[in-house]
């Protein structure tokens, strides 16, 4: 049989001040002092062990025990890791994007946001624009991608169903632990054939802890707030992914349900919901919000969190202006835009039958060992933007967890200096045991890349054989794949089957070749032409 020849890897891959909280483990502020108190507890029977203490071999044990249960109450209180997460839902109703998007994306906070979500809807879908947009990139993507690749965000993933996207960005630095990514679409509209309304989804395991972002647009109107209920439920249930331990949406540690999903306000009249909008008595209006009533009727809504509407109602407004709809239809005003998230309850453990069964470890302890902890610092509309007749709507959360690891699969170096003059060496090492292939590749990136395929050149990995844990392998690169000017680059391995980057090297300056001034890429004082 011939041997399979190798494609470039893009062809192998065609609100203020008040803090909503919740956590894996126990959403009651007093889960604290509980702790604290219980292991005061644990070690005041380790002392009384302890003082007891004889050669009896049932002395020994709850000695060890006790040790043991006291150890994991302390671990419980080191400090964790927290990571800035800001999300966007917005309908863009058809618009092209504004030209300047620093407001949305809080460009300039301190400190800066770890992980970008951000999901549209009704981007423009027209036939020919949406055929268009599979050759390219849609504008949407190429205004964020520019916007934010430039201060050091990657795209980790995008999926689109026709004028639905999501997509997701995070810092260069955390690309190596953000694995397992899948996306996945449903469509609800027309009897489920049509795309014009439906979920898309992104999932993936963040340094172990397996995440879920669902995109939705639901159906429209005042009268069908059930069939909403109803589309999201089957989305909910239809979704499924390759993962074993997620198969399923809901069996994912943190689930983030968001988008226009089209929930209005009941009953008040016009006049009422204008007084209190301009009077921003918001609280007034939250008796009659669709959703919150759901919520209260329906027991897998419940399982989902929302901070307060603190903010105006995002729909419908007059174009570029904060008026709210002055045509002839005069819609109410509404929260059709909405961010909630959903962490994912606890097991019951099973009945025990004898002690030996109640000594084993279920799931749910490996999940207490790292917990993880969902905090909402802003949840708000930004009425600057005028393009829809819906405002954006933005969530920032703050995710505290202990990483299940923190070190890559691969680690990555160039070897020398290197330039266009000479062919160029790197080395890279299996740290630990993965899906890796023969098929792997690694990426010459310069800093400021927008996405895993917007790399200057690769290489395969090297040979036929897979290599072993910690054995160290070398590669080199053509001359003439190398960039011929200065400039800052990093090397990044792809894993294939993981469908993702599983190690990056240290940043590093790739020199100007000699070359660069023979055909005139570099002007006499040095600046680049």
């Known amino acids: 049989m011939a041997e399979a020849v190798k494609m470039a890897p893009d062809a192998l891959s065609s609100l203020d001040g008040l803090r909503a909280r919740s956590d894996s483990t126990s959403s009651t502020a007093s889960q604290g002092s509980k702790g604290k108190l219980l292991l005061r507890q644990r070690l005041s029977q380790l002392l009384t062990c302890v003082e007891d203490l004889s050669s009896d071999d049932e002395a020994n044990e709850e000695v060890s025990r006790t040790l043991d249960e006291a150890f994991q109450l302390c671990g419980r209180f080191t400090p964790k890791d927290a990571f800035r997460l800001h999300m966007v839902t917005w309908n863009v109703a058809t618009a092209e994007p504004p030209r300047d998007v620093i407001s949305l994306l809080q460009l300039d906070v301190q400190p800066p946001t770890d992980v970008y979500v951000i999901g549209l809807q009704e981007v423009n879908a027209a036939p020919l624009r949406f055929l268009s947009d599979l050759l390219v990139e849609d504008s949407w993507s190429h205004m964020l991608m520019g916007t934010l690749a430039p201060r050091g965000y990657v795209k980790v993933s995008s999926v689109r169903m026709q004028g639905l996207l999501l997509l997701v960005f995070t810092k260069q630095m955390h690309l190596p632990f953000i694995r397992d990514i899948q996306t996945t679409y449903t469509r609800t509209g027309i009897f489920g054939y049509w795309g014009n309304k439906g979920g898309v ?126 045509s002839g239809k005069k819609r109410k005003p509404a929260w059709t835009d909405r961010i909630l998230w959903r962490i994912k309850p606890k097991t019951p453990p099973p009945e025990e039958e004898d002690d030996e069964k109640a000594s084993t470890s279920t799931a749910d302890s490996h999940e207490d060992e790292c917990p993880i902890r969902v905090l909402q610092d802003i949840y708000t509309c930004d009425m600057s933007y005028g393009v829809s007749d819906h405002k954006p709507v933005l969530g920032v959360f703050s995710l505290e967890l202990r990483k299940h690891y923190d070190t890559p699969l691969v680690r990555l170096s160039p070897e020398g200096q290197w330039s266009a003059d000479q062919d160029a060496a790197l080395s890279y090492t299996i740290l630990e045991d993965f899906m890796s292939s023969t098929w792997d590749w690694i990426g010459l990136y310069k800093i400021g890349f927008k996405s895993v395929l917007d790399y200057v050149t690769f290489v395969w990995v090297k040979g036929d054989d897979l290599p072993e844990i910690l054995e160290t392998l070398q590669v080199s690169l053509n001359k003439d794949a190398i960039p011929l000017l200065r400039g800052e680059y990093v090397l990044g391995y792809y894993s294939t089957n993981m469908q993702c980057i599983v190690g990056l090297s240290a940043n590093f300056q790739i020199l100007e070749s000699k070359r660069a001034a023979l055909e005139g890429l570099v002007s006499e004082n040095g600046l680049n032409k």
Request: charged share 25%.
């Open 201 to 326: 989804s992104v999932r993936f395991s963040f340094y172990g802890h397996m995440l879920c972002f669902l995109n939705c647009h639901l159906a429209a109107h005042m009268n069908y707030a059930l069939q909403r209920v109803d589309e999201f439920e089957y989305i909910l249930d239809t979704q499924d992914f390759d993962f074993y331990n997620a198969p399923n949406i809901r069996d994912h540690k943190v689930v983030f349900w968001f988008g226009d999903l089209n929930f209005r306000i009941e009953d008040h009249g016009m006049h009422f919901l204008r007084s209190s909008i301009n009077s921003e008595r918001y609280n007034l209006l939250w008796a009659k919000d669709q959703l919150l009533m759901m919520r209260k009727k329906e027991p897998f809504l419940q399982e989902f969190e929302e901070g307060p509407l603190r903010f105006k109602p995002t729909y419908k407004f007059d174009r570029n202006s904060n008026t709210y709809d002055s």
